[in-house]
């Protein structure tokens, strides 16, 4: 279900502008944001599924199983792909970060959803020109990461809506701590993991530290694990036969009975009535639909939203 992002020549972004139809679920070695121009789409991403309108932003991470589908005819979606590997030497672990640019539209939030906005469409327009300057595209590019460290990593996992929603950070040395723990869930998901031991790693309490993981993810450490391995369960659920037994033997369950009620927890199915649902949606045996815009059908169109 890998799909390629197709970057030209040295870019280390790339923007597509689509009418989408129906885009099966796939995942990426890079990272995305979702922005829609116009109209609506529903973005089914892991195991939750937003309806975008105008306006709305979006972040896909590395390797984060999605789909999307249209909630009206006339929609338009910008697609923009970030290289990791041309910003790590500014961003070493902008591969393993949380980003949440679905936000609320306080004040605050919304200046900032506004100014992110702005940095794509300025992208867009750099991108798009004959004679681009890649250093000029290269430093837009840097200015938006740094938008979405300083802006869009605090969140909290809503249970019962099952997303990911955006908090204002209260301390980024206490987000970066945690954001190291979540980033080693994902990447270790599959072994015996303690709070203990990780608590001991990064030099504080077990007991600080749960509270904190809570704090800053809305979910307990032991939770928001059992969270990461029935996410990552869903690569193998769609994207082959193994059996359910095995899925959850090497997503780190010790019982099958626990890796069923952690995935209905989150996914409200279980794994074989998820597999039965969704497998033939993925881009492996359903062909996309949609309709690529050129630049030169929208540029008027984002010069009216600048002057807007």
Not at 8 to 33: A, M, S
Not at 41 to 55: A, E, M, N
Not at 130 to 147: A, F, G, Q, R
């Amino acid at each position: 279900m890998l799909a390629d992002i197709k970057y030209t020549d040295e870019l280390p972004v790339d923007i597509q502008i689509c009418k989408v139809e129906y885009h099966p679920i796939h995942h990426h070695g890079d990272i995305q944001i979702i922005y829609v121009l116009e109209g609506e789409v529903d973005l089914k991403l892991s195991f939750s599924t937003y309806k975008l309108k105008r306006s709305d932003l979006h972040f896909i991470h590395k390797n984060d199983l999605h789909g999307i589908m249209n909630a009206s005819e006339d929609n338009l979606v910008l697609v923009l792909s970030l290289k990791i590997d041309a910003f790590k030497g500014e961003f070493p672990d902008l591969h393993s970060q949380i980003f949440t640019t679905k936000v609320n539209n306080n004040v605050v939030t919304y200046q900032r959803k506004l100014q992110l906005q702005n940095s794509i469409l300025i992208l867009t327009q750099e991108i798009f020109k004959k004679d681009y300057d890649l250093h000029t595209i290269y430093e837009v590019s840097k200015d938006l990461i740094n938008s979405l460290y300083n802006n869009f990593r605090g969140y909290k996992l809503n249970r019962k809506t099952r997303s990911f929603e955006h908090m204002i950070p209260y301390d980024p040395i206490q987000v970066d701590r945690i954001s190291r723990v979540v980033d080693y869930l994902y990447e270790n998901y599959s072994y015996k993991i303690s709070l203990e031991d990780i608590s001991r790693n990064v030099h504080i309490s077990k007991y600080y530290l749960s509270h904190l993981f809570k704090q800053l993810t809305g979910e307990s450490f032991r939770d928001f694990l059992g969270m990461v391995r029935v996410e990552m369960a869903e690569h193998n659920i769609l994207n082959t036969d193994n059996s359910i037994s095995n899925i959850s033997s090497e997503c780190g369950f010790s019982k099958v009975s626990y890796f069923n009620s952690h995935f209905n927890t989150w996914y409200s199915l279980t794994p074989d009535q998820y597999r039965q649902k969704y497998k033939k949606h993925s881009i492996a045996v359903s062909v996309p639909r949609y309709q690529r815009i050129t630049y030169e059908e929208i540029d008027k169109y984002i010069e009216s939203i600048f002057n807007n």
